[in-house]
């Protein structure tokens, strides 16, 4: 019940297309979804996060599109470039001091010229 | 750039050598997390730490020990290294558990 599940595990788009990956969640109490961002060699960064009092969150070509009732939440990039060429992993977390922030499995983007 | 640094980058070791790595943060975070990352399972937390001497389980914490006996400085120890263990892990902090985590730049770690 823990679990956040993400695909897919790899996606490839031309550039200037739409780059859409999901994720699926168990727990209804997680409250806090955020998206990172991982580059070849680097960390993790935050992209964009929501929580679930909103359907939406825009923050440029990035949105994330949440589903209370459906359990699931999704990052779209629109006009997606090279640069976006990454590893992006959803994640979850309850309201509690447990420092437990949920992962999913990754989804490797690769973004043709 | 959070500041924040992981020691050593690389690290090459035998099955049941003790290793420790290190994470430093000059960022005053009250929290600080390790992780390792391996294909097909995301992030997965080792353990984290709410405060000086404050630690706690996370959801891989078998085979692993941590240590927090400044604010800036977080030990992960791996009492006796298995190949299971090879992995790369990364250091994170944040200003309140539910805050923005930052990363390090991580630690690969293979153990022969």
């Known amino acids: 019940q823990q679990q956040v599940k993400q695909s897919p595990q790899s996606l490839i788009v031309q550039k200037g297309g739409i780059s859409i990956i999901n994720c699926a969640y168990e727990?209804?109490?997680?409250?806090?979804f955020p998206w990172y961002q991982q580059f070849p060699g680097k960390g993790p960064a935050l992209l964009i996060a929501i929580r679930p009092d909103v359907s939406e969150k825009k923050e440029g070509r990035f949105t994330i599109s949440f589903n209370k009732s459906a359990k699931q939440f999704s990052l779209h990039i629109m006009d997606s470039q090279p640069g976006d060429s990454a590893t992006y992993f959803c994640a979850a977390s309850v309201p509690s001091n447990t420092g437990k922030l949920i992962f999913g499995q990754g989804t490797t983007l690769q973004v043709k010229p | 750039d959070a500041g924040i640094t992981q020691s050593p980058r690389h690290k090459v070791t035998e099955t049941g050598t003790p290793v420790t790595l290190r994470c430093h943060q000059t960022e005053n975070h009250r929290y600080m997390y390790w992780y390792r990352q391996d294909p097909g399972h995301g992030l997965r937390l080792i353990h984290y730490s709410y405060g000086v001497k404050d630690t706690d389980k996370g959801e891989v914490s078998d085979g692993y020990s941590v240590s927090r006996s400044k604010t800036e400085d977080f030990l992960l120890t791996l009492e006796s290294a298995t190949s299971s263990q090879t992995s790369v892990y990364f250091c994170?902090?944040?200003?309140?558990?539910?805050?923005?985590?930052?990363f390090g730049p991580g630690t690969r770690l293979t153990v022969l």
């Open positions: 727990n209804t109490a997680f409250d806090y």
């Open positions: 994170a902090i944040s200003e309140a558990d539910r805050a923005v985590r930052y």
